[in-house]
């Protein structure tokens, strides 16, 4: 016993001292990181294809990061490592034939994407279309002699195209142009341009100023993109080709409509596809989708699924072609969907609910038809389930303490891609039931062998409203007891974002701060996903002091528990949590800095600037001119209470950004500059609403150590 003993305390020592050796994250180990998606099987189940996004150095620049995506292979028995099958120009949406001898994948040419064919016995990447518009989504034909894509088509181009619209008709649907009938203005101007001739030069003049980039002529309602705004509109349609190069090809679909989701129906000479079909409503009005069929020639287009102020969308079709997976649910933008199966051929009466009430994605048949697999976002992490067609069933395959990301079944085998706390991002497999697993990659865990993790604490306590909060505790990396450690507020946006240790981007930055000696703590507060439809709708007409007092009680909690240094608080968050630190620190002076990116701080004029207007209706009951909703919104906005924000504070956001608007942070920025308030503005050239997520890495990386930088500033 006293040999077991000291060989224990050997071995605990040794464990020990190791870790004690390790580094922690570091800020540009966000470089190092390499993310799997996409992922394939072969129909014999033998093989995976997946792809790889890394981050690799510009060639012309020392500081200067770019994303590269390339295909790798893998066989599932686990015999060998991931093999990059690309290895020049970046690639991407493999797909295998269903022989599994060749792949299909997308890679750029000229500036489109097109489909390339690659036969896995050997021989270089051969260019299949040469699309005008491009191609994408490569769907093969079950006798591997065919391949559906699709391709995305101006409005301007489909008026003139002769395939899609042989008979130059116009769209049915109001253009709403103001001060002309029947669309008739979208027919080409044949005057000469004249700025001193009649109306129809006048306005052929008009029209070349547009061509040459001189001026945007808006008449559509969602005009604002991700970073800029733009007065096209785009439709995605779909197309045949033989798997040959050079073959012709064919539109399947047609019309001033845009589908998605199209796959071949096993079986018949039918694809099944998500479409948006109104000719009663602008497009960017429209927001019903229907689930429809349509014969291989384009012909026969028949809608399954659909009607007013309803979505009926991700339809999955079965193997053997009798069955169909959709989720359904209302227009209203706070709803989780309901998911559901019916026979191809019979009606929604016939269906069979399959209830969770979460969000759900990736609807995948197994198979013998037996099972329906898809992901759900539930309590911190995206969790595989399974659900028995026949008994209805619903079956977790893995838990909440990670997140599913990309998954595919063949041949009673699941291939998945999988982060947690301890790596961001791997491949493994699984038997049809999820046992058995086996890691097929080791694209991260080679790196992160000499690293120390902060691993988080799950606590969970009941708010005002009697709903459970769950939240998270990260400690210091080199956390020693009896010392007091700065804390870091983190929250997430949305609002209806989740995190938890399977949330794969804020993996670094919880991290990165832990390993600068801070604590972290997160939680998800009402209004979050991840917990039924009751709490996603508890922060209607409350976006401010409901969560507040949530995110604060896990703070209190947390330091209650006796480490963190109570002068040395600080919060930080991205996108609604801005608006919320915000709110925050106009109400609460506990914290000694704070940080808010890409914030909304003024909902009325959010409402005019970001393309994620339809929160304010959806949020608030009504819209800004509205008198019921003008003190709602002004009662709810930050800007009313910035008098009271005295904190010293920084504020992010990207000069592109239009999904909140860059004009809410200088008007936050401005206001508490004039009051003489300890406030610093940062504007990151080109960024978007998406630079800590999938930005320029450079920015990413400045962002994160402007933050650090700043809060030390007031810790010492």
Same mark, same amino acid.
Request: aromatic letters at 12%; a neutral charge.
């Given at each position: 016993?006293?040999?077991?003993?000291?060989?224990?305390?050997?071995?605990?020592?040794?464990?020990?001292?190791?870790?004690?050796?390790?580094?922690?994250?570091?800020?540009?180990?966000?470089?190092?990181?390499?993310?799997?998606?996409?992922?394939?099987?072969?129909?014999?189940?033998?093989?995976?294809?997946?792809?790889?996004?890394?981050?690799?150095?510009?060639?012309?620049?020392?500081?200067?990061?770019?994303?590269?995506?390339?295909?790798?292979?893998?066989?599932?028995?686990?015999? =060998?490592?991931?093999?990059? +099958?690309?290895?020049?120009?970046? =690639?991407?949406?493999?797909?295998?034939?269903?022989?599994?001898?060749?792949?299909?994948?997308?890679?750029?040419?000229?500036?489109?994407?097109?489909?390339?064919?690659?036969?896995?016995?050997?021989?270089?990447?051969?260019?299949?279309?040469?699309?005008?518009?491009?191609?994408?989504?490569?769907?093969?034909?079950?006798?591997?002699?065919?391949?559906?894509?699709?391709?995305?088509?101006?409005?301007?181009?489909?008026?003139?195209?002769?395939?899609?619209?042989?008979?130059?008709?116009?769209?049915?649907?109001?253009?709403?142009?103001?001060?002309?009938?029947?669309?008739?203005?979208?027919?080409?101007?044949?005057?000469?341009?004249?700025?001193?001739?009649?109306?129809?030069?006048?306005?052929?003049?008009?029209?070349?100023?547009?061509?040459?980039?001189?001026?945007?002529?808006?008449?559509?309602?969602?005009?604002?993109?991700?970073?800029?705004?733009?007065?096209?509109?785009?439709?995605?349609?779909?197309?045949?080709?033989?798997?040959?190069?050079?073959?012709?090809?064919?539109?399947?679909?047609?019309?001033?409509?845009?589908?998605?989701?199209?796959?071949?129906?096993?079986?018949?000479?039918?694809?099944?596809?998500?479409?948006?079909?109104?000719?009663?409503?602008?497009?960017?009005?429209?927001?019903?989708?229907?689930?429809? +069929?349509?014969?291989?020639?384009?012909?026969?287009?028949?809608? #399954?699924?659909?009607?007013?102020?309803?979505?009926?969308?991700?339809?999955?079709?079965?193997?053997?072609?009798?069955?169909?997976?959709?989720?359904?649910?209302?227009?209203?933008?706070?709803?989780?969907?309901?998911?559901?199966?019916?026979?191809?051929?019979?009606?929604?009466?016939?269906?069979?609910?399959?209830? +969770?009430?979460?969000?759900?994605?990736?609807?995948?048949?197994?198979?013998?038809?037996?099972?329906?697999?898809?992901?759900?976002?539930?309590?911190?992490?995206?969790?595989?389930?399974?659900?028995?067609?026949?008994?209805?069933?619903?079956?977790?395959?893995?838990?909440?303490?990670?997140?599913?990301?990309?998954?595919?079944? =063949?041949?009673?085998?699941?291939?998945?891609?999988?982060?947690?706390?301890?790596?961001?991002?791997?491949?493994?497999?699984?038997?049809?039931?999820?046992?058995?697993?086996?890691? +097929?990659?080791?694209?991260?865990?080679?790196?992160?062998?000499?690293?120390?993790?902060?691993?988080?604490?799950?606590?969970?306590?009941?708010?005002?409203?009697?709903?459970?909060?769950?939240?998270?505790?990260?400690?210091?990396?080199?956390?020693?007891?009896?010392?007091?450690?700065?804390?870091?507020?983190?929250?997430?946006?949305?609002?209806?974002?989740?995190?938890?240790?399977?949330?794969?981007?804020?993996?670094?930055?919880?991290?990165?701060?832990?390993?600068?000696?801070?604590?972290?703590?997160?939680?998800?507060?009402?209004?979050?996903?991840?917990?039924?439809?009751?709490?996603?709708?508890?922060?209607?007409?409350?976006?401010?002091?409901?969560?507040?007092?949530?995110?604060?009680?896990?703070?209190?909690?947390?330091?209650?528990?006796?480490?963190?240094?109570?002068?040395?608080?600080?919060?930080?968050?991205?996108?609604?949590?801005?608006?919320?630190?915000?709110?925050?620190?106009?109400?609460?002076?506990?914290?000694?800095?704070?940080?808010?990116?890409?914030?909304?701080?003024?909902?009325?004029?959010?409402?005019?600037?970001?393309?994620?207007?339809?929160?304010?209706?959806?949020?608030?009951?009504?819209?800004?001119?509205?008198?019921?909703?003008?003190?709602?919104?002004?009662?709810?906005?930050?800007?009313?209470?910035?008098?009271?924000?005295?904190?010293?504070?920084?504020?992010?956001?990207?000069?592109?950004?239009?999904?909140?608007?860059?004009?809410?942070?200088?008007?936050?920025?401005?206001?508490?500059?004039? #009051?003489?308030?300890?406030?610093?503005?940062?504007?990151?050239?080109?960024?978007?609403?998406?630079?800590?997520?999938?930005?320029?890495?450079?920015?990413?990386?400045?962002?994160?150590?402007?933050?650090?930088?700043?809060?030390?500033?007031? #810790?010492?």
């Amino acid at each position: 016993m006293k040999q077991l003993f000291t060989l224990l305390a050997a071995c605990f020592w040794a464990v020990l001292l190791f870790a004690q050796g390790k580094d922690g994250i570091k800020v540009t180990d966000l470089l190092k990181v390499k993310t799997a998606s996409s992922i394939t099987l072969s129909s014999d189940g033998s093989k995976a294809a997946l792809t790889l996004t890394t981050i690799e150095s510009e060639a012309d620049s020392k500081w200067d990061y770019k994303y590269v995506s390339h295909i790798y292979i893998v066989p599932t028995d686990g015999s =060998a490592a991931p093999k990059a +099958l690309t290895t020049k120009e970046p =690639a991407s949406q493999a797909a295998f034939s269903p022989n599994g001898k060749q792949l299909a994948f997308v890679r750029a040419v000229d500036g489109k994407p097109q489909i390339f064919l690659l036969p896995l016995d050997g021989g270089e990447p051969q260019q299949l279309t040469k699309f005008v518009y491009g191609a994408s989504t490569p769907k093969w034909s079950a006798d591997g002699k065919q391949i559906l894509f699709s391709a995305n088509i101006s409005l301007k181009d489909l008026l003139k195209d002769t395939m899609l619209n042989p008979s130059h008709s116009l769209p049915q649907w109001p253009y709403e142009k103001p001060g002309f009938v029947n669309n008739t203005e979208l027919l080409p101007i044949t005057a000469k341009p004249n700025p001193d001739g009649n109306m129809q030069e006048i306005r052929a003049y008009l029209e070349s100023n547009v061509v040459d980039k001189k001026a945007k002529v808006i008449d559509k309602l969602n005009f604002q993109e991700e970073s800029t705004t733009s007065a096209e509109m785009n439709f995605t349609h779909y197309f045949i080709t033989n798997a040959e190069p050079n073959a012709t090809v064919k539109a399947i679909t047609h019309g001033f409509y845009s589908f998605s989701n199209a796959q071949f129906v096993p079986n018949s000479n039918r694809i099944l596809l998500d479409a948006k079909v109104d000719d009663t409503q602008h497009p960017d009005r429209a927001l019903e989708t229907q689930i429809y +069929l349509i014969n291989t020639d384009g012909t026969g287009f028949t809608k #399954l699924l659909g009607q007013k102020k309803m979505s009926y969308n991700s339809a999955s079709i079965s193997p053997s072609g009798k069955w169909m997976a959709y989720q359904y649910g209302t227009t209203d933008f706070i709803n989780i969907p309901s998911l559901a199966i019916m026979p191809i051929a019979g009606s929604e009466q016939q269906k069979k609910e399959l209830v +969770l009430d979460r969000n759900k994605s990736n609807i995948t048949w197994s198979p013998g038809e037996q099972y329906l697999y898809f992901t759900v976002q539930t309590n911190g992490g995206v969790v595989l389930y399974k659900a028995d067609v026949t008994t209805q069933k619903l079956t977790a395959i893995t838990d909440s303490n990670s997140g599913i990301g990309s998954f595919a079944v =063949a041949a009673n085998k699941i291939v998945y891609s999988k982060n947690n706390v301890s790596n961001p991002s791997e491949v493994f497999v699984s038997d049809i039931s999820g046992a058995n697993t086996v890691q +097929l990659s080791d694209f991260n865990s080679g790196w992160l062998q000499t690293k120390q993790l902060s691993f988080p604490e799950k606590h969970i306590f009941t708010n005002s409203h009697g709903m459970t909060v769950e939240y998270w505790v990260m400690k210091p990396t080199n956390y020693q007891a009896g010392k007091k450690y700065p804390l870091l507020l983190e929250i997430h946006g949305g609002p209806t974002a989740m995190w938890g240790p399977g949330e794969a981007s804020m993996w670094h930055e919880f991290q990165y701060f832990c390993s600068q000696g801070y604590g972290v703590v997160y939680s998800n507060p009402r209004g979050s996903g991840g917990y039924g439809t009751s709490f996603l709708k508890d922060n209607i007409n409350d976006w401010g002091a409901g969560p507040t007092s949530d995110v604060l009680t896990a703070l209190d909690k947390t330091v209650a528990e006796g480490w963190a240094d109570t002068s040395k608080l600080l919060v930080t968050g991205g996108s609604y949590a801005g608006y919320l630190v915000s709110w925050i620190i106009a109400h609460d002076h506990r914290f000694k800095a704070a940080c808010s990116q890409r914030g909304v701080y003024d909902l009325g004029t959010f409402f005019g600037e970001g393309n994620a207007w339809r929160l304010v209706p959806n949020y608030f009951g009504g819209y800004p001119w509205e008198e019921k909703v003008k003190p709602i919104l002004q009662h709810e906005s930050p800007i009313t209470y910035v008098n009271d924000i005295i904190t010293p504070y920084i504020i992010f956001h990207g000069e592109n950004d239009l999904r909140t608007g860059v004009i809410q942070g200088e008007m936050l920025y401005k206001s508490l500059k004039v #009051l003489g308030r300890p406030v610093e503005y940062v504007r990151h050239s080109g960024g978007t609403h998406e630079l800590t997520r999938s930005g320029n890495n450079r920015q990413r990386i400045d962002q994160m150590l402007r933050t650090y930088e700043f809060f030390e500033r007031w #810790l010492h």
